[in-house]
């Protein structure tokens, strides 16, 4: 079974600090990783996959095999970037993801 | 722009109503998913449907029923509510071919059950 664990449920920081949201995942074969984010009072929406190797609003985000991990990262962190972000895993091919339980990130001015 | 409309933002119900919540996708989506939202439980799946009239169980389907008579449209059924499922329902579909695993999202039912 897959399963994603986000072991913050909150995150706080100042504009500027930089950020780290953590996502370590459990699965057998070749995982496909997101993350997602909501903002507040929009809908939730796809920020990055690891596929892409893209950076979305300054976060990137490295699958760690070995350390079976996904954490997302940005260096200097702005306040408009306060939103709840999850972190989901999906088997290769299946595309039916299972989400963690969510970061709630604060940027104070 | 793909839109995943959920026809009601808010619903207030007494236990043992029957509710339905309606979702429309217009991308033509194979896949459609229902999604119960709660804090610090995140996002735990429902029921998905792969085509019209099928569907499958996901994490948490007791006391739950969906339907797919169209391939735009995905309901989700609570037979007799219970306030134990008052919470946030998000809607979501994606392709099947060429699916980059990228979920659309509605913008969530919230139902509070008294």
């Known amino acids: 079974a897959q399963r994603v664990t986000q072991p913050e449920k909150l995150l706080s920081v100042f504009k500027g600090a930089p950020v780290e949201l953590k996502c370590n995942y459990s699965?057998?074969?070749?995982?496909?990783l997101f993350w997602y984010v909501q903002y507040s009072r929009q809908r939730l929406q796809l920020l990055l996959r690891h596929i892409s190797r893209e950076s979305i609003k300054g976060f990137t985000a490295d699958l760690n095999k070995g350390e079976t991990s996904f954490h997302l990262k940005k260096p200097f962190a702005q306040e408009e970037d306060s939103a709840m972000y999850y972190c989901?895993?999906?088997?290769?091919?299946?595309?039916?993801?299972?989400f963690g339980r969510g970061t709630s990130l604060i940027v104070h001015p | 722009d793909v839109k995943v409309t959920q026809s009601s933002r808010y619903l207030v119900k007494r236990t043992g109503e029957k509710v339905f919540l309606e979702c429309v996708q217009d991308m033509d989506h194979e896949n459609m998913f229902w999604y119960r939202q709660d804090p610090g439980l995140g996002l735990r799946l429902i029921y998905f449907s792969y085509d019209v009239k099928m569907k499958e169980k996901g994490d948490i389907p007791e006391g739950y029923s969906v339907s797919r008579e169209k391939k735009e449209r995905f309901s989700l059924i609570l037979e007799s509510a219970s306030t134990n499922q008052t919470s946030m329902y998000l809607c979501a579909s994606s392709f099947v071919l060429g699916n980059t695993g990228e979920l659309f999202f509605g913008e969530g039912s919230r139902l509070t059950v008294l």
């Open positions: 699965y057998s074969g070749s995982p496909e």
């Open positions: 989901a895993i999906s088997s290769g091919g299946s595309y039916i993801p299972t």
